[in-house]
T-cell receptor, first 113, second 112 residues
């Protein structure tokens, strides 16, 4: 069964540094998403992306964050000037249509020190 | 405002026993409802979903859930739990993927 893949599985960075989290969605999916889960807390929606542009974003997704689909397969989340509170598990997801179920990757655990 | 409540943070059941995980939601219209499972170090895997129609939905791994509009609930059930079912379970609600809200999760421990 096709999978959403995320790299790296664990990223450690120093506060103030930039990180890029990478995702390869399922190939025939058109909608892409980033969610995050701070340890012990709920899974939270960050942003959705369709047709090479952001379609929705939450209030968490401020100017510190950006997303990009640099080529036909990758979907990236960039976090500029990371803060301690950015430490979380970041999940990429994709779906075939806007309302079809999400397929999640295994996540990238980001630790900001 | 939409919200999802999973009242039980942690549940322990014996292997072979039945299981029910509770989920209550608040939503302005009939929402789409989902249950996801997360094993340690893994992503979220969809167990089942409800969009419309039959209020008792069957999912993978022997799970089922029942949508009860009058109680704003979508509880997850399994008649006989296996040790491999130990994981974190998340209920989610939304009108679409841009709109999804997840519950805080229920951690299931299975005793031998």
């Amino acid at each position: 069964e096709p999978e959403v893949t995320q790299t790296p599985s664990h990223q450690v960075t120093q506060m103030g540094q930039e990180v890029i989290l990478r995702c390869v969605p399922i190939s025939n999916h058109l909608y892409f998403y980033w969610y995050r889960q701070i340890l012990g807390q709920k899974v939270e929606f960050l942003v959705s992306f369709y047709n090479n542009e952001i379609s929705e974003k939450s209030e968490i997704f401020d100017d510190q964050f950006s997303v990009e689909r640099p080529d036909g397969s990758n979907f990236t989340l960039k976090i500029r000037s990371t803060k301690l509170e950015d430490s979380a598990m970041y999940f990429c997801a994709s779906s075939e249509t806007e309302n079809s179920p999400l397929h999640f990757g295994n996540g990238t655990r980001l630790t900001v020190t | 405002a939409q919200s999802v409540t999973q009242p039980d943070i942690h549940i322990t059941v014996s292997e072979g026993a039945s299981l029910e995980l509770r989920c209550n939601y608040s939503y302005g219209a009939t929402p789409y409802l989902f249950w996801y499972v997360q094993s340690p170090g893994q992503g979220l895997q969809l167990l089942l979903k409800y969009f419309s129609g039959d209020t008792l939905v069957q999912g993978i791994k022997g799970f089922e859930a029942e949508f009860k509009r009058s109680q704003s609930s979508f509880n997850l059930r399994k008649p006989s739990v296996h040790w491999s079912d130990a994981a974190e379970y998340f209920c989610a609600v939304g009108a679409g993927n841009n709109d999804m809200r997840f519950g805080a999760g229920t951690r299931l421990t299975v005793k031998p």
